[in-house]
Structure formats: C-alpha cells, structure tokens
C-alpha cells in the first residue's frame, strides 16, 4: 500500500509564505494526477490545486479561485515529489492540507495524513 507523506506545514503570518511537500513511499508517479485539498475547521475538504496528467508526461495545473494568483502547485518526476509553494497567505488559508495522488484513470487514489497550516492574522 502506498502510502504519502507530506511536510511543510506550520504557523506563518499573514502575507507569508510556506512550502509544502508530498512524497510517496514508493513507486512512480509521473502518470498520475495530483491534487492538494484543504479542511478547515468545521468545514468540508475542498479542492486547493492540481497537477493534471494530460499525457506524454505532460501536465495541466488549475487552481481553486480563492488561491489563484497566491499559490502554485508543482512537482519533481525525478524525486518523486508533489509540492505547492503558497505565498501571501490569510488567515483563511488556514486549514490542514491533504495531497492526493490519483491514477489517469481514477481507479487507483492515494491520501497523505495531511498537515496543519496555520496562518496567524
């Protein structure tokens, strides 16, 4: 069973910045799709960003719209390596952040344990 693991997450204030990684546990990953969500206290978890397989490892990005602009979603085939980069985080960036690594056809789907984000107003 694969198993993601990732890191990055911690307090930052408002207009910060914060790396987020996500690295399986084993296998190859570079046809997959891979996805970040987020879950905020007392909500449900919602799409942050994704790196969509189109392809001759090839890939297209899209973004939730509260995120657009401030975060980019990015990942390294060589290491295996799914991060997002967020920048001028608000506190309702607040949330832990979950990555999902998911196979070209959506049989196969893999969760991180997530990690905490905390954005300090």
């Known amino acids: 069973q694969v198993q993601l693991v990732e890191s990055g997450g911690g307090l930052v204030q408002t207009g910060g910045s914060l790396r987020l990684s996500c690295a399986p546990s084993?296998?190859?990953?570079?046809?997959?799709?891979m996805f970040w969500f987020r879950q905020a206290p007392g909500k449900e978890r919602e799409f942050v960003a994704a790196?969509?397989?189109?392809?001759?490892?090839?890939?297209?990005?899209d973004y939730a719209d509260s995120v657009k602009g401030r975060f980019t979603i990015s990942r390294d085939n060589a290491k295996n390596t799914l991060y997002l980069q967020m920048t001028n985080m608000k506190p309702e960036d607040t949330a832990v952040y979950y990555c999902?690594?998911?196979?070209?056809?959506?049989?196969?789907?893999?969760w991180g344990q997530g990690t905490q984000v905390t954005v300090s107003s």
């Open positions: 084993g296998g190859t990953f570079s046809r997959y799709h």
């Open positions: 999902k690594f998911s196979s070209s056809d959506y049989s196969l789907n893999y």
């Open positions: 790196s969509r397989y189109t392809g001759s490892i090839t890939y297209y990005d």
